[in-house]
């Protein structure tokens, strides 16, 4: 509720983990899908970056928190203003609660207004809300069909265009999509698979080790949340600036011919589906590379990289029991060596 | 407690306790699932459970039919148009906080609603982003969910059962009465206060491990079980009795197989449950294995033996919410398909009028309405505003599949069988369609596969289909109507697959003997006619033989032989049929 676990605190869960950084570091890999086993803490991760990420610049006032120094993504009223103050604003991680209307998802005519004073005001939805941030749906696999779709479109294009009620607008809608949801209630399609960047799979920790840090953790936490938090915030502080310092670094990454061509031969061993695949990987490895401090490109970063970013790409043979991940690890093994 | 005529001191069982130590902690214990049909016995565990409870927590219903909007609010529209402007209603979960909230038939919850139950439990509050509303209230709230399902087809929806601490069968917990308001009381106050040492907590940890046991909320509630039953024993430190009883009250249930390494028991007499609280200085300190092993022996004991003897694969599936295919297909058909947004419409004319929707349209024109008119209603909608609720109509196809697992050929032929369901899953579920499977050989027929669209979910049954024994046909035939007439019911579209040589032997009863089982199974098969379902019979026996296209003609279905059929072409065979 008020407080939310630390992000640091969180043991075990490191690919959901190092999928989430990257995406903070950069939006434009794509959002990711987290499907797997209850209980596991996605919703926990996904909602513990709200008090982790670094905050961002915005134009005072404007509600869909324009970014200043950007000038080509402004909304209407940013790009009519004169001059841009600024302050620092919390990046938004905004829930996409079940049950939620399209109308507030959107945005919609501003019902109180129009009622009580007949103005036609633009009411900004969720969308709107979640610019330059992170928009959450825990179960993506039970929303309605068409709010998925209308999701996957914005996430995309960057951009919310809305026309209805005779309103005609549009604003900017840049956000990282995050999914997560359990196999049991059934599967995403796999066209709305493949336009997730990257996808993880969140499986309860076999090692007891790893149980046992995690049970008494949240035990702790449960216990006394400030206290917790207090003792993990010099964590969170640390993984912050690792952000802010990847962020720098991402556009001085060098990547070299022969990791491209590395890449390339291993999304055609694995026959992924067209180039999204590709595309995600590069940005993944060489986020990937930002946020450790490496300023190219090699083998170990593809490696890490390749399973969230292929497995929920590679063509389902149901009569192969081989889980998409076993394969890809020996794809992986296979070009790039053990 | 007091003893006034009657100086008997029972010792509540299991049940009875869940209720005290829930009532001592409802929140953080989220509450319990209570298996057993309705009755006095489900009667005295919930007066228990009132008697218990301190008075600041009221006991609530949460009505089994309560829809969406009714959970979690939204627009009154009643009033919405009296006062002339966006006036909010509560959703029951709102309403619920603090409260004791009782959902009965909880096996009949449908998942979309379980899963906007369980994201209010694990937030404490309830968002609202409905009908241009946005506003979150408190909903931190116990849940009771009284489970009276008897199959395996009807659970509780894992997302709920998964959230609730304790999960109880009355059916073998007498009836009693148990007053412990005063222990429940104090309890509370000393909650904070306890403490609980770091070997029980890895000691509950790798007990849950070693049942097999998949979430981490499990052991989270063995903890908080642990020291709430302490702070009820009077006490301030966790003791391993205290650890043994949560486990025994919340591991048990949620174990899916026993610890594979036994480590020898040594000393210790095992079974601690009833001994008196002891000094905590002087005990002995066991070992952490040893504190391990006396939980798993807590867990053991309340453990039917043989539960966990039959192949891995099928006790694992069963939990996993069968009743979905069902429950959402019954929701298909309350809503007519997909919704699709709105159009401008006549609600007369089968529309269903939304509301908010056609409160939008009017809302601009408020205005120029009011002005000419006099004061009388706030909001003035005319017939142009009303909007209609628009579904896009796309009925799913269900293809189902009886295999026939009998006699000598079955194995290869269940082999391809899977393969072909595997196969069609795989496609299906891009047209979101649906594969239902009936196995029927010995004496039944028995539903492997509820309609599904979830492959993994179909390996894992499939994984556990047997094969041999007579041909008990006319129960297939009957099994698939049952399942094709309840999917037609939600408005879906059923497809009847025979993987078999149509040679019945075992009637309905399950007696022996070819030509009273042929005449049987060709009589429901003339059912099938009368239904008029698509149906298809792929014969699969090396030669084939009239008796299979007798059943495809008296079932006014289509023929193919296909007797070295695999996976590949039988599931291209049903593929072709499945198109409109």
């Not at chain 1, 490191?14 to 919703?43: H, M, Q, Y």
């Not at chain 2, 009355?170 to 770091?198: F, M, N, T």
């Not at chain 2, 174990?255 to 002891?278: F, K, M, V």
């Not at chain 2, 309840?486 to 309905?508: E, K, M, Q, W, Y």
Request: aromatic share 4%.
């Amino acid at each position: 509720m008020s407080t939310r676990y630390p992000f640091s605190a969180i043991a075990g869960q490191d690919e959901l983990k190092l999928a989430l950084l990257l995406s903070a570091v950069n939006p434009f890999i794509g959002g990711l899908l987290a499907f797997g086993d209850r209980g596991t803490g996605k919703s926990t991760a996904v909602r513990s970056l709200a008090s982790l990420l670094p905050k961002m610049r915005a134009v005072a006032g404007c509600r869909y928190r324009c970014d200043p120094d950007s000038l080509d993504s402004l909304c209407v009223e940013c790009k009519a203003r004169d001059s841009r103050p600024s302050r620092n604003v919390p990046v938004p991680v905004v829930d996409l609660p079940l049950g939620a209307t399209e109308d507030r998802v959107i945005g919609a005519l501003d019902l109180e207004r129009a009622l009580t004073r007949g103005e036609k005001v633009f009411e900004p939805g969720l969308l709107a809300n979640a610019n330059r941030g992170f928009l959450y749906i825990d179960e993506v696999n039970l929303l309605d069909d068409h709010l998925v779709d209308l999701l996957l479109d914005v996430a995309a294009s960057g951009e919310n265009v809305v026309e209805r009620e005779g309103l005609s607008l549009r604003h900017p809608a840049q956000f990282v999509l995050v999914g997560s949801g359990n196999p049991e209630e059934g599967e995403l399609r796999p066209q709305l698979l493949d336009r997730f960047g990257l996808s993880v799979e969140v499986r309860t920790p076999t090692d007891v080790d790893t149980w046992i840090e995690i049970v008494k953790r949240r035990d702790a936490f449960e216990r006394d949340p400030a206290g917790f938090c207090a003792h993990w915030q010099h964590h969170d502080a640390r993984i912050r600036r690792r952000i802010a310092a990847g962020r720098r670094r991402l556009g001085r990454v060098v990547v070299p011919y022969r990791t491209l061509e590395r890449a390339a031969a291993l999304c055609i061993a694995l026959k992924t589906d067209g180039l999204r695949g590709q595309l995600t990987l590069m940005r993944a490895a060489r986020t990937l590379a930002a946020y450790e401090g490496d300023l190219e490109i090699d083998d170990s970063h593809l490696r890490r990289v390749a399973a969230p970013a292929l497995r929920h790409r590679l063509r389902r043979n149901p009569l192969d029991e081989t889980g998409s991940t076993a394969r890809i690890d020996r794809a992986v093994a296979e070009l790039l060596g053990p | 407690m007091s003893s006034k005529k009657q100086t008997v001191i029972m010792t509540p069982g299991d049940a009875t306790i869940a209720a005290v130590l829930v009532a001592v902690d409802p929140l953080g214990l989220g509450g319990v699932l209570v298996r057993g049909t309705s009755g006095p016995v489900r009667d005295a565990w919930l007066a228990n459970l009132r008697k218990n409870l301190p008075s600041d927590n009221a006991l609530r219903k949460l009505p089994m039919f309560s829809n969406e909007d009714r959970l979690i609010g939204g627009l009154d529209i009643a009033s919405t148009l009296r006062v002339g402007r966006p006036m909010i209603e509560r959703g029951l979960l709102a309403d619920a906080d603090g409260a004791i909230l009782i959902l009965s038939s909880s096996e009949r919850f449908s998942p979309q609603k379980a899963a906007i139950v369980a994201a209010a439990m694990d937030t404490g509050e309830i968002a609202i982003e409905r009908n241009g509303l946005t506003t979150r209230s408190a909903a931190r709230f116990c849940l009771i969910a009284l489970d009276e399902g008897d199959t395996d087809e009807e659970v509780t929806p894992r997302a709920l059962v998964e959230r609730l601490a304790f999960h109880v069968d009355l059916s073998d917990d007498a009836a009693q009465e148990y007053d412990a308001r005063d222990g429940v009381w104090s309890a509370r106050l000393r909650l904070p206060e306890i403490k609980l040492p770091d070997a029980l907590a890895t000691a509950i940890c790798e007990a849950a491990v070693g049942l097999g046991i998949a979430s981490l909320r499990a052991p989270l509630f063995a903890l908080k079980a642990a020291r709430v039953h302490c702070a009820f024993d009077g006490r301030t430190i966790v003791s391993q009795d205290d650890a043994a009883l949560a486990a025994r009250l919340v591991l048990a249930p949620r174990a899916t197989r026993l610890p594979s390494s036994e480590r020898p028991i040594e000393g210790e007499q095992s079974s601690s449950q009833q001994r008196h609280p002891r000094d905590e200085e002087d005990e002995p300190q066991p070992s952490a294995d040893e504190l391990t092993d006396i939980i798993l022996e807590a867990v053991k004991a309340v453990l039917p033996p043989g539960l966990f003897e039959r192949a891995d694969a099928t006790a694992g599936g069963r939990a996993a919410g069968r009743s979905d295919a069902r429950v959402s297909a019954k929701q298909t058909k309350a809503r007519r398909g997909r919704p699709a947004g709105t159009e401008k419409g006549d609600p007369g004319r089968g529309g269903r009028l939304n509301l908010v929707e056609t409160l939008r349209a009017a809302a601009p024109w408020q205005r120029l309405r009011i002005a000419g008119a006099s004061e009388m209603p706030k909001v003035r909608v005319r017939r142009e505003d009303f909007r209609v609720n628009r579904y896009r109509r796309r009925s799913e196809t269900t293809a189902i599949f009886a295999v026939d697992a009998s006699g000598s050929a079955a194995l290869h032929r269940l082999a391809e069988a899977k393969g072909a369901v595997e196969l069609l899953l795989a496609d299906c579920y891009v047209r979101r369609d649906k594969i239902a499977l009936v196995a029927f050989r010995g004496k039944s027929a028995d539903i492997l596969l509820p309609p599904t669209r979830s492959l993994q979910r179909a390996k894992r049954s499939l994984a556990a289909l047997p094969g041999g024994g007579g041909t008990p046909l006319c129960a297939a035939i009957e099994a698939s109507l049952t399942i094709a007439e309840t999917i037609r019911r939600s408005g879906g579209n059923p497809i009847l697959v025979f993987l078999t040589d149509g040679r019945a032997n075992i009637s309905r009863d399950g007696s022996a003997g070819h030509s009273a089982a042929m005449a049987e199974a060709l009589e429901y098969a003339r059912l099938v006619r009368t239904g008029g379902f698509k149906t298809l019979v792929i014969d699969v026996s090396p030669q084939p033989g009239e008796a299979a296209r007798t059943l495809a003609t008296t079932m006014a279905g289509k023929y193919v032989a296909l007797p070295h059929a695999n996976a590949g072409v039988i599931s291209h065979t049903v593929s072709q049929a499945m198109r409109p």
